[in-house]
């Protein structure tokens, strides 16, 4: 386990690219695992380029696209293929798998550790109510109300041991901002929206670099 990489951190792509360049050697050179060096790659690729998007510009805009492309490296982790059906895995049940999975290897405690930083962040964003699936569905902006219950559960979850079902909880409420944004229901750099965006890009900022720690770390 590369003891340079920092728990509970956001970590940077040179840092993980540097983590999980003795691991790619090997398997490059016993020409196996391909699938799993192609997702490392491609996340840190993204992770970069969220990098230098915050690092040109301290926009609302600048603060969308980072969020979205630290996405796409959490997507490159998650995304699997459903060679029955003929398409790729349905996001969140892609994502579901992923995040057990990662917790169940996470040796560490990098998952659960990140988890504890960001109750502030989950309290926002679970309580959220346009970040919930009946919002999303109906659009109904004169009936929603904040959804304390979830907020509850995720700290249950955490108190309990259970890193696999916060971590989902609370990155599925960064999933429905995501869709917000790419498919037209926020607008780009829109002050009406920050209440979540702002949380939702510490969150994944944190996470996504966390996640590829893990798969650096033990691979999945």
Do not use: Q, R
């Given at each position: 386990m590369p003891q340079s990489l920092a728990i509970a951190e956001p970590l940077s792509s040179i840092e993980l690219h540097a983590a999980w360049a003795p691991t790619k050697a090997k398997l490059v050179k016993e020409d196996r695992d391909e699938p799993l060096r192609i997702r490392v790659h491609r996340a840190c690729k993204a992770l970069k380029q969220a990098e230098r998007i915050e690092a040109s510009s301290k926009s609302r805009s600048a603060t969308d696209a980072a969020l979205v492309f630290r996405w796409?490296?959490?997507n490159s982790l998650y995304g699997r293929w459903n060679s029955e059906?003929?398409?790729?895995?349905?996001?969140r049940i892609a994502l579901d798998h992923f995040t057990t999975q990662a917790c169940q290897v996470d040796q560490a405690g990098r998952i659960a550790a990140s988890l504890e930083t960001l109750t502030?962040?989950?309290?926002e964003l679970l309580e959220s109510p346009f970040l919930i699936s009946h919002f999303w569905r109906s659009g109904e902006?004169?009936?929603v109300r904040p959804n304390r219950g979830l907020s509850a559960k995720f700290r249950n979850e955490l108190l309990e041991g259970r890193p696999s079902a916060a971590v989902h909880r609370l990155l599925i409420a960064v999933y429905f901002l995501r869709c917000q944004i790419i498919h037209g229901g926020a607008t780009l750099g829109s002050g009406m929206n920050r209440v979540t965006v702002e949380p939702a890009a510490r969150v994944v900022r944190l996470l996504s670099s966390q996640l590829v720690a893990v798969v650096v770390d033990h691979g999945l």
């Open positions: 796409v490296a959490l059906y003929g398409s790729p895995m349905k996001d502030h962040e989950a309290k902006w004169d009936n």
